[in-house]
Protein backbone atom coordinates (compact mmCIF):
# COMPACT_ATOMS: atom_id res chain seq x y z
CA UNK A 1 0.00 0.00 0.00
CA UNK A 2 1.39 3.58 -1.36
CA UNK A 3 1.71 6.05 1.33
CA UNK A 4 -0.80 8.42 -0.23
CA UNK A 5 -3.02 5.19 -0.03
CA UNK A 6 -2.51 5.51 3.42
CA UNK A 7 -3.28 9.01 3.67
CA UNK A 8 -6.17 8.82 1.25
CA UNK A 9 -7.75 5.70 3.01
CA UNK A 10 -7.66 7.31 6.87
CA UNK A 11 -8.64 10.64 5.71
CA UNK A 12 -12.04 9.10 3.77
CA UNK A 13 -12.71 7.37 7.02
CA UNK A 14 -11.61 10.39 9.46
CA UNK A 15 -14.80 12.01 9.92
CA UNK A 16 -16.50 8.91 10.81
CA UNK A 17 -14.15 8.16 13.02
CA UNK A 18 -14.09 11.60 14.63
CA UNK A 19 -18.08 11.51 15.68
CA UNK A 20 -17.92 7.96 16.62
CA UNK A 21 -15.24 9.13 19.13
CA UNK A 22 -16.50 12.25 20.20
CA UNK A 23 -20.24 9.90 21.01
CA UNK A 24 -18.26 8.08 22.91
CA UNK A 25 -16.16 10.21 25.09
CA UNK A 26 -18.48 13.70 24.45
CA UNK A 27 -15.42 15.76 24.53
CA UNK A 28 -13.66 17.59 21.07
CA UNK A 29 -10.35 17.66 22.33
CA UNK A 30 -10.53 14.18 23.54
CA UNK A 31 -11.76 12.77 20.21
CA UNK A 32 -9.08 14.42 17.96
CA UNK A 33 -6.82 13.00 20.48
CA UNK A 34 -7.89 9.47 20.18
CA UNK A 35 -8.38 9.98 16.29
CA UNK A 36 -4.59 11.02 16.01
CA UNK A 37 -3.82 8.28 18.12
CA UNK A 38 -5.46 6.08 15.54
CA UNK A 39 -3.62 7.34 12.87
CA UNK A 40 -0.19 6.63 14.38
CA UNK A 41 -1.16 3.34 14.97
CA UNK A 42 -2.45 2.88 11.47
CA UNK A 43 0.82 4.44 9.88
CA UNK A 44 2.77 1.53 12.21
CA UNK A 45 1.02 -1.43 11.32
CA UNK A 46 0.76 -3.85 8.79
CA UNK A 47 -1.68 -2.88 6.68
CA UNK A 48 -0.82 -5.95 3.41
CA UNK A 49 -3.07 -7.89 6.30
CA UNK A 50 -6.19 -5.65 6.60
CA UNK A 51 -8.55 -6.40 4.30
CA UNK A 52 -11.32 -3.92 6.13
CA UNK A 53 -9.53 -0.69 7.14
CA UNK A 54 -12.83 0.86 8.09
CA UNK A 55 -13.64 -1.92 10.54
CA UNK A 56 -10.06 -2.21 11.75
CA UNK A 57 -9.81 1.97 12.60
CA UNK A 58 -13.02 1.37 14.16
CA UNK A 59 -11.56 -1.06 16.08
CA UNK A 60 -9.12 1.13 17.42
CA UNK A 61 -10.81 3.95 18.09
CA UNK A 62 -13.76 2.17 20.25
CA UNK A 63 -11.02 0.26 22.46
CA UNK A 64 -8.73 3.51 23.04
CA UNK A 65 -12.28 5.51 23.83
CA UNK A 66 -13.48 2.27 25.90
CA UNK A 67 -9.76 2.85 28.55
CA UNK A 68 -9.95 7.07 27.69
CA UNK A 69 -13.75 6.53 29.74
CA UNK A 70 -12.98 4.22 32.67
CA UNK A 71 -9.99 6.98 33.68
CA UNK A 72 -12.69 9.85 32.13
CA UNK A 73 -15.01 8.30 35.21
CA UNK A 74 -13.05 9.38 37.69
CA UNK A 75 -12.00 12.84 36.81
CA UNK A 76 -15.90 13.13 36.56
CA UNK A 77 -16.56 12.09 40.18
CA UNK A 78 -15.08 15.74 41.30
CA UNK A 79 -16.47 17.96 38.74
CA UNK A 80 -18.05 20.74 40.23
CA UNK A 81 -21.78 21.81 38.53
CA UNK A 82 -23.83 20.02 36.09
CA UNK A 83 -21.14 18.08 33.13
CA UNK A 84 -22.58 18.69 29.37
CA UNK A 85 -20.65 16.97 26.39
CA UNK A 86 -17.87 19.35 24.93
CA UNK A 87 -20.47 21.19 22.31
CA UNK A 88 -20.32 19.76 18.90
CA UNK A 89 -20.89 22.20 16.32
CA UNK A 90 -22.78 20.78 13.54
CA UNK A 91 -21.11 21.05 10.06
CA UNK A 92 -22.93 23.49 7.78
CA UNK A 93 -22.87 20.62 5.05
CA UNK A 94 -23.77 18.37 7.40
CA UNK A 95 -27.05 19.24 8.88
CA UNK A 96 -28.42 15.81 9.57
CA UNK A 97 -24.85 14.30 10.53
CA UNK A 98 -25.77 13.94 14.52
CA UNK A 99 -29.82 13.63 14.23
CA UNK A 100 -29.44 10.44 15.47
CA UNK A 101 -27.44 11.81 18.77
CA UNK A 102 -28.49 15.14 20.67
CA UNK A 103 -27.02 16.58 23.51
CA UNK A 104 -29.37 15.19 26.08
CA UNK A 105 -28.88 11.68 24.64
CA UNK A 106 -25.23 12.50 25.00
CA UNK A 107 -25.25 13.08 28.74
CA UNK A 108 -27.51 9.98 29.21
CA UNK A 109 -24.68 7.63 27.64
CA UNK A 110 -23.03 8.79 30.29
CA UNK A 111 -24.59 6.80 33.00
CA UNK A 112 -23.75 3.74 30.98
CA UNK A 113 -20.88 1.72 31.30
CA UNK A 114 -17.81 1.99 28.35
CA UNK A 115 -19.24 -1.38 27.16
CA UNK A 116 -22.61 -0.69 26.89
CA UNK A 117 -21.86 2.97 25.46
CA UNK A 118 -19.87 1.10 22.55
CA UNK A 119 -21.93 -1.32 22.05
CA UNK A 120 -25.39 0.61 21.29
CA UNK A 121 -23.16 3.23 19.30
CA UNK A 122 -21.88 0.85 17.14
CA UNK A 123 -24.84 -0.79 16.73
CA UNK A 124 -27.95 1.20 16.92
CA UNK A 125 -25.65 4.53 15.56
CA UNK A 126 -23.21 3.23 13.20
CA UNK A 127 -25.28 -0.08 12.12
CA UNK A 128 -22.68 -2.21 12.74
CA UNK A 129 -23.55 -5.98 13.48
CA UNK A 130 -22.86 -7.41 16.24
CA UNK A 131 -20.21 -10.22 15.05
CA UNK A 132 -17.97 -7.44 14.37
CA UNK A 133 -18.84 -6.08 17.69
CA UNK A 134 -17.84 -9.00 19.35
CA UNK A 135 -14.57 -8.94 17.82
CA UNK A 136 -14.46 -5.01 18.57
CA UNK A 137 -14.89 -5.54 22.29
CA UNK A 138 -13.80 -8.83 23.07
CA UNK A 139 -16.84 -10.14 23.97
CA UNK A 140 -19.19 -12.92 22.07
CA UNK A 141 -22.29 -11.59 19.91
CA UNK A 142 -24.79 -12.66 22.66
CA UNK A 143 -22.96 -10.53 25.57
CA UNK A 144 -22.85 -7.56 22.79
CA UNK A 145 -26.36 -7.89 21.92
CA UNK A 146 -27.18 -8.06 25.51
CA UNK A 147 -24.92 -4.43 26.49
CA UNK A 148 -27.13 -2.87 23.92
CA UNK A 149 -30.27 -4.24 24.92
CA UNK A 150 -29.12 -2.66 28.70
CA UNK A 151 -28.07 0.61 27.05
CA UNK A 152 -31.50 1.34 25.14
CA UNK A 153 -33.81 0.55 27.70
CA UNK A 154 -31.69 2.79 29.69
CA UNK A 155 -31.47 5.86 27.16
CA UNK A 156 -34.85 5.12 25.35
CA UNK A 157 -36.58 8.16 28.05
CA UNK A 158 -33.73 10.75 26.61
CA UNK A 159 -34.65 10.59 22.60
CA UNK A 160 -36.75 13.77 22.58
CA UNK A 161 -40.27 13.22 21.82
CA UNK A 162 -40.77 15.94 19.57
CA UNK A 163 -38.55 17.16 16.88
CA UNK A 164 -38.86 20.89 15.45
CA UNK A 165 -37.60 21.82 12.33
CA UNK A 166 -34.56 23.96 12.00
CA UNK A 167 -36.38 26.84 10.99
CA UNK A 168 -38.64 26.24 14.30
CA UNK A 169 -35.75 25.70 16.24
CA UNK A 170 -34.11 28.88 15.62
CA UNK A 171 -37.07 31.01 15.55
CA UNK A 172 -36.96 30.09 19.57
CA UNK A 173 -32.99 30.33 19.96
CA UNK A 174 -33.71 34.06 18.64
CA UNK A 175 -36.83 34.50 20.83
CA UNK A 176 -35.31 32.99 23.72
CA UNK A 177 -31.85 35.34 23.10
CA UNK A 178 -34.20 38.77 23.02
CA UNK A 179 -36.20 37.81 26.02
CA UNK A 180 -33.16 36.86 28.38
CA UNK A 181 -31.30 39.37 27.68
CA UNK A 182 -33.79 42.49 27.23
CA UNK A 183 -35.78 41.08 31.06
CA UNK A 184 -39.13 40.23 29.08
CA UNK A 185 -40.03 37.91 31.60
CA UNK A 186 -43.37 37.47 30.34
CA UNK A 187 -42.21 36.24 26.57
CA UNK A 188 -40.01 33.74 28.43
CA UNK A 189 -43.06 32.36 30.41
CA UNK A 190 -44.07 32.12 26.92
CA UNK A 191 -41.33 30.04 25.11
CA UNK A 192 -40.98 27.29 28.15
CA UNK A 193 -42.54 24.58 29.51
CA UNK A 194 -43.52 24.50 32.85
CA UNK A 195 -41.21 21.70 34.25
CA UNK A 196 -38.21 23.70 31.81
CA UNK A 197 -34.47 22.28 32.99
CA UNK A 198 -31.89 24.59 33.14
CA UNK A 199 -28.51 23.26 32.89
CA UNK A 200 -25.37 25.29 33.11
CA UNK A 201 -21.42 24.06 32.71
CA UNK A 202 -18.96 26.10 34.60
CA UNK A 203 -16.74 23.49 35.44
CA UNK A 204 -15.84 25.39 38.69
CA UNK A 205 -13.47 27.52 36.33
CA UNK A 206 -16.10 30.43 35.46
CA UNK A 207 -19.08 31.67 37.61
CA UNK A 208 -22.23 29.05 37.11
CA UNK A 209 -25.16 27.58 39.40
CA UNK A 210 -23.73 24.31 40.75
CA UNK A 211 -27.10 22.36 40.33
CA UNK A 212 -29.57 22.52 37.45
CA UNK A 213 -33.04 24.85 37.98
CA UNK A 214 -35.84 22.95 37.40
CA UNK A 215 -39.27 24.01 36.77
CA UNK A 216 -40.32 27.57 35.33
CA UNK A 217 -40.77 29.50 38.40
CA UNK A 218 -36.92 28.69 39.14
CA UNK A 219 -36.02 29.25 35.87
CA UNK A 220 -37.61 33.01 35.90
CA UNK A 221 -36.06 33.61 39.34
CA UNK A 222 -32.91 32.79 37.43
CA UNK A 223 -33.15 34.92 34.16
CA UNK A 224 -34.74 37.82 36.20
CA UNK A 225 -31.35 38.32 38.10
CA UNK A 226 -29.38 37.61 34.80
CA UNK A 227 -31.89 39.91 32.69
CA UNK A 228 -30.32 42.51 35.77
CA UNK A 229 -26.49 41.64 35.09
CA UNK A 230 -26.88 41.69 31.38
CA UNK A 231 -28.06 45.16 31.49
CA UNK A 232 -24.90 45.89 33.11
CA UNK A 233 -22.61 43.73 31.16
CA UNK A 234 -24.38 43.13 27.77
CA UNK A 235 -24.18 39.81 26.11
CA UNK A 236 -21.73 39.50 22.59
CA UNK A 237 -24.02 38.15 20.00
CA UNK A 238 -21.98 35.75 17.93
CA UNK A 239 -23.92 33.84 15.83
CA UNK A 240 -26.86 30.85 16.01
CA UNK A 241 -25.91 27.43 15.25
CA UNK A 242 -26.90 23.35 15.80
CA UNK A 243 -24.85 22.33 18.95
CA UNK A 244 -24.80 18.51 19.30
CA UNK A 245 -28.27 18.33 16.71
CA UNK A 246 -30.18 20.93 18.67
CA UNK A 247 -30.80 24.83 18.15
CA UNK A 248 -28.85 27.12 19.59
CA UNK A 249 -26.33 30.14 19.65
CA UNK A 250 -22.61 31.38 20.77
CA UNK A 251 -22.23 34.77 22.79
CA UNK A 252 -19.23 36.06 24.68
CA UNK A 253 -20.36 37.26 27.85
CA UNK A 254 -18.48 39.69 30.57
CA UNK A 255 -15.05 39.27 30.65
CA UNK A 256 -14.75 38.07 27.38
CA UNK A 257 -15.98 34.47 28.52
CA UNK A 258 -17.53 32.62 25.68
CA UNK A 259 -20.93 30.95 26.27
CA UNK A 260 -22.91 28.09 24.04
CA UNK A 261 -26.71 27.65 24.68
CA UNK A 262 -28.74 24.77 23.52
CA UNK A 263 -32.30 24.12 23.48
CA UNK A 264 -34.50 20.87 23.69
CA UNK A 265 -37.40 21.90 22.24
CA UNK A 266 -41.14 19.73 23.16
CA UNK A 267 -44.50 20.94 21.05
CA UNK A 268 -42.93 24.39 20.14
CA UNK A 269 -41.60 25.49 23.47
CA UNK A 270 -37.93 24.75 25.45
CA UNK A 271 -38.45 21.69 27.42
CA UNK A 272 -34.51 22.23 28.45
CA UNK A 273 -31.97 24.85 28.75
CA UNK A 274 -28.32 23.44 28.30
CA UNK A 275 -25.51 26.70 28.85
CA UNK A 276 -21.64 25.96 28.41
CA UNK A 277 -19.30 27.76 29.69
CA UNK A 278 -16.27 26.14 30.78
CA UNK A 279 -13.21 27.63 28.97
CA UNK A 280 -12.25 24.32 28.17
CA UNK A 281 -14.70 23.18 26.39
CA UNK A 282 -15.46 25.91 24.31
CA UNK A 283 -11.07 26.37 23.02
CA UNK A 284 -12.54 24.88 19.30
CA UNK A 285 -14.61 27.51 19.06
CA UNK A 286 -13.42 29.40 15.37
CA UNK A 287 -11.54 32.23 16.18
CA UNK A 288 -13.86 34.73 13.86
CA UNK A 289 -16.75 33.27 16.77
CA UNK A 290 -14.14 35.77 19.58
CA UNK A 291 -14.22 38.84 17.37
CA UNK A 292 -17.72 40.37 17.50
CA UNK A 293 -18.71 43.58 17.85
CA UNK A 294 -19.17 44.90 21.69
CA UNK A 295 -22.52 45.58 22.85
CA UNK A 296 -26.33 43.82 22.79
CA UNK A 297 -28.40 44.17 20.13
CA UNK A 298 -31.94 42.25 19.83
CA UNK A 299 -31.39 39.73 17.00
CA UNK A 300 -34.15 38.40 14.38
CA UNK A 301 -33.64 35.49 11.81
CA UNK A 302 -32.58 38.29 9.42
CA UNK A 303 -29.51 38.00 11.13
CA UNK A 304 -28.15 35.06 10.60
Same mark, same amino acid.
Given at each position: $? %?????????????????????? $???? *??????????????? !?? #???????????????????????? =???????????????????????????????????? !??? &??????P???A?? /? =???????G?????????????A?R??????? /? #?????R?R???? @???????A??????????? $? %?? =??????K?? *?????????? +????????????????F?????????????????????? =????????????? %??? &????? @????? +???????????????A???????G????? $????
Open positions: $M %QATDTEAIFSGLRPRLTRLAYR $MLGS *VADAEDIVQDAWLRW !LN #HDRRNVREPAAFLQTIVTRLCVNE =LKSARRRRETYIGPWLPEPFFDPEDEEDVLEDITLP !LMM &ALERLSLERAF /L =LHDVFGVFEEISGTLGRDAACKLASRAR /L #HIHQAPFNAT @KEEGLALAAFYTASRTGD $M %QA =LRGLLTDV *VIYTDGGGRV +AAPTSPSTGIDAALKLRGLARYFARSPSRFVRYAAIDG =LPGFVTIEAGGIA %QTS &AFLVD @KGRIA +AVYVTRNPEKLHHLRSDRKVESFRPVS $MRDE
